[in-house]
């Protein structure tokens, strides 16, 4: 359905039958629409219907849910209005969290309907929860414990640790599922099953499921080092004092920082709040969760996109009523409504995953700072490899930077060497230099572990006929086909498309003249397997590990050192710790750097430093090589030598005389439709009149990247502003001006991060 026919088929109906009231509300509804509409308010909805208040109104022919937006709005001057239908018990919507979704809109601008949208992102979440069973100390239990120490003694002494566990845990008088006890008291619930069977344990009817309701915060951390302590302390007493307060904690991979920011989010917790920590999704491991469980003794709420619906109606209506303290979750979890947010911590703030590129396009690294800004609460930004932009506001003095220099334990980073492709090569048809060969050889001798990373899933990335020079190519979008020597397939990574590889070139015809150019991680495999027969090799990328349990496996599988040799993609470059692996080699490190994007060095360098830091993390020094054409390129010598700061330094005043961010604004405008002539009709015409004069020009429009995706042909422009001019102002005044036939899509994309 297109934008325009939704919206016609939402505006509420003006003959309703009752006579309209004497109070109007408006309330906003999650489609794709820019402003609330009013309602009366029928008398059984009570007079103290508040702003926030989650709703059920009429709309066109349906019943939505929708939220109270202005609690006192004017009667239109003329028609009748609609009633509302009910509201729903849950507490309202924060003023803050509705400031946020406000403005999120029109910074980005995206309909508010479409923002509030990400908010509700659980259908049914606001229909009452049905009761689960809950146990809690029964009145036998309950005496034998609150008797003099030496009854009790010999009361707790008859159990195993496991149940005295569960009589500690219990004590606080709060009834818990039998799930959650197990997994606060490392046991399985039938233990708790079988104390209830001896009368020990009584259970309860319990209205919610919320998860993370009672994190432990007297359990304590780690012992903090002296550097570590003083960030800690600092983030806290900012905590304590109150209001919005921006940090960036800076240090190498392995430096503590996640220990640091556990302190700040007990301290949020021991205010009374709730604390929300982001992190890439591909970071959401296990050992992340294993983690949290050890400092906090229970799981934090997840919210990512594999989430059942169960999970997700319980963890939204727990931070909704403020029952779940912890959320930890990908970029979408900063939009749920949370009733009493005290504290937010970005993890990973660099990570390219934040940038939300269809639907409502946002950043949430920087969502976040605004969210953190709206409620007053500190926000805390994590990174051994800080984004420009991020750095650009330490180094102007808006965020506080806390720096740790070293890693945790006097655990040492790992060297970093060059190999230089032009002189070591391998034969050909082979990807992988004699050099780290050879390493790799010492390596498995001494019984290391070794990660080889490229980041490119399938054998090959591209297919060609060796007679005619035909590339196969995927017949809707500017990209070859992947070749997946698992499945026997060719792919578009971009769409879907996919078929078996053919035995014929469709182009000439000859016979088995197809031939596969380049790596992708299968072929790595092959080259290693072949080399190293007798060694325990692994791939990992995200189709060869599709589920989260099969994914886990092989995850613990490394860290036991059951395998010699990991082959990853960008997945096994984050978040994980693998304490035997000591060499890690990068098949091609120049391969961000192709392309004409901003950021393609900076990116360079925060994956490739993000994925050496994997080697050496315990006693043993690491070493990572990188194999490159270019290593006189300032990302290569950068990494080899350390020299964050310096190559930080050289980006910011290359970008400063470029005029690009973050020291101006740019806003992406994507022209796509199926009608190739019409998208370059249109996107001239928009060129015609686009925004240019004092500190704002426009540039292009030109063939964006990918010039064909889905099917659909794609121009571009690029709107720069300087950082005092009203930027989505002058696009949407100009986009105004234009008629854009209902065929074409025109996407604006604020603040782009991808080129594409
Ligand atoms: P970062 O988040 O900076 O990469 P982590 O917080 O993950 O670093 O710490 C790296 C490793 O060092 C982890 O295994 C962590 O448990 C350990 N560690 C960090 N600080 C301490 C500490 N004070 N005492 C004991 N272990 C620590
Ligand atoms: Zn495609």
């Avoid at 609609?82 to 507490?91: E, G, L």
């Avoid at 334990?409 to 990807?431: Q, S, Y």
């Avoid at 994997?614 to 006189?632: C, I, N, S, V």
């Avoid at 015609?688 to 964006?704: H, M, N, Q």
Wanted: charged letters at 25%.
């Amino acid at each position: 359905m297109t934008q325009k026919a939704l919206f016609d088929d939402m505006i509420p109906a003006q003959d309703a039958a009752q006579p309209a009231p004497g109070r109007v509300c408006t309330v906003l509804v999650p489609y794709p629409v820019d402003k609330a509409y009013s309602y009366a308010v029928p008398d059984d909805l009570g007079h103290d219907l508040a702003a926030g208040t989650y709703v059920c109104v009429p709309l066109g022919k349906r019943e939505v849910l929708g939220v109270v937006w202005d609690e006192h709005a004017a009667a239109p001057p003329r028609g009748k209005l609609k009633n509302m239908i009910a509201r729903y018990d849950v507490p309202p919507m924060p003023d803050s969290h509705r400031a946020f979704i406000d403005w999120v809109a029109h910074y980005n601008m995206a309909p508010k309907g479409f923002v509030l949208k990400m908010a509700l992102g659980a259908a049914g979440a606001l229909e009452p929860p049905k009761p689960v069973t809950a146990y809690k100390l029964s009145s036998v239990s309950l005496q034998a414990l609150g008797a003099d120490e030496q009854a009790r003694e010999k009361f707790l002494r008859q159990f195993s640790p496991q149940r005295r566990r569960i009589f500690a845990l219990l004590q606080d008088g709060i009834p818990r599922r039998a799930a959650e006890i197990a997994d606060q008291c490392a046991c399985s619930p039938a233990v708790v099953k079988g104390l209830l069977e001896k009368n020990l344990l009584e259970t309860e009817h319990l209205f919610s499921a919320a998860p993370c309701r009672n994190p432990d915060l007297a359990r304590g951390g780690v012992r903090l080092s002296e550097d570590q302590q003083m960030a800690a302390d600092h983030l806290c007493e900012k905590i304590a004092d109150g209001g919005f307060y921006a940090a960036l904690i800076d240090g190498v991979t392995g430096a503590g920082k996640t220990e640091i920011y556990f302190e700040a989010v007990a301290a949020a917790l021991k205010s009374g709040k709730q604390a929300l920590i982001l992190l890439p999704e591909i970071a959401l491991s296990n050992a992340f969760l294993d983690r949290f469980r050890r400092r906090f003794g229970c799981a934090p709420a997840l919210w990512h996109s594999a989430l059942s619906a169960g999970q997700r109606k319980a963890a939204w209506r727990g931070v909704a009523t403020g029952e779940t303290k912890v959320v930890v979750g990908a970029r979408s979890a900063l939009f749920l409504p949370y009733h009493d947010l005290g504290l937010i911590v970005i993890d990973e703030e660099h990570d390219p995953a934040y940038k939300q590129e269809d639907g409502v396009i946002y950043h949430a690294r920087d969502m976040a700072v605004v969210r953190a800004h709206k409620g007053g609460i500190p926000v805390v930004m994590v990174s051994a490899t800080p984004s420009l932009e991020t750095m650009a506001n330490v180094w102007d003095g808006r965020y506080e930077g806390l720096h740790l220099p070293d890693r945790h334990g006097g655990a040492t980073l790992p060297d970093i060497h060059l190999i230089d492709m032009k002189n070591d090569k391998p034969e050909r048809g082979f990807f992988i230099a004699p050099s780290l060969m050879r390493k790799i050889e010492e390596n498995i001798a001494a019984g290391g572990q070794s990660l080889l990373f490229l980041n490119r899933r399938g054998y090959a990335p591209l297919t060609l006929c060796r007679t005619c020079g035909h590339r196969l190519s995927c017949p809707r979008c500017t990209a070859w086909l992947v070749e997946h020597r698992k499945t026997g397939r060719l792919h578009c990574h971009h769409c879907g498309y996919n078929l078996p590889v053919p035995k014929n070139c469709a182009e000439c015809g000859d016979t088995d003249s197809l031939t596969a150019c380049g790596p992708g991680v299968e072929r790595v495999y092959e080259e290693i397997t072949q080399h190293f027969p007798d060694a325990r090799t692994v791939v990992l990328a995200s189709d060869t590990a599709e589920d989260h349990e099969k994914l886990r496996a092989i995850l613990e599988g490394i860290r036991d050192h059951d395998y010699d040799i990991i082959i990853g993609t960008q997945i096994i470059a984050k978040g994980h710790h693998f304490p035997k692996l000591t060499l890690v080699g990068v098949i091609d490190a120049d391969l961000g750097l192709q392309g004409g994007d901003l950021r393609a060095a900076e990116r360079t360098y925060q994956l490739l430093h993000q994925v050496a830091g994997r080697a050496g993390r315990e006693d043993l020094q690491g070493h990572a090589y990188l194999q490159t054409y270019f290593p006189q390129n300032k990302v290569m010598q950068a990494l080899a030598a350390h020299g964050r700061d310096a190559f930080l330094e050289v980006e910011s005043d290359e970008r400063e005389q470029a005029g690009m961010p973050p020291f101006t604004r740019l806003a992406g405008i994507i022209v796509s439709g199926k009608d190739e002539q019409m998208v370059m009709d249109v996107a001239r015409d928009l060129g015609k009149t686009a925004p240019r004069g004092e500190g704002l020009d426009t540039l292009g429009p030109a063939e964006a990247p990918f010039y064909r995706l889905r099917g659909h042909y794609r121009r571009r422009l690029l709107v720069r502003a300087d950082k005092k001019i009203n930027l989505q102002k002058a696009v949407s005044d100009w986009l105004a001006r234009n008629k854009i036939p209902s065929s074409i899509r025109v996407y604006v994309d604020i603040d782009p991060q991808s080129f594409f």
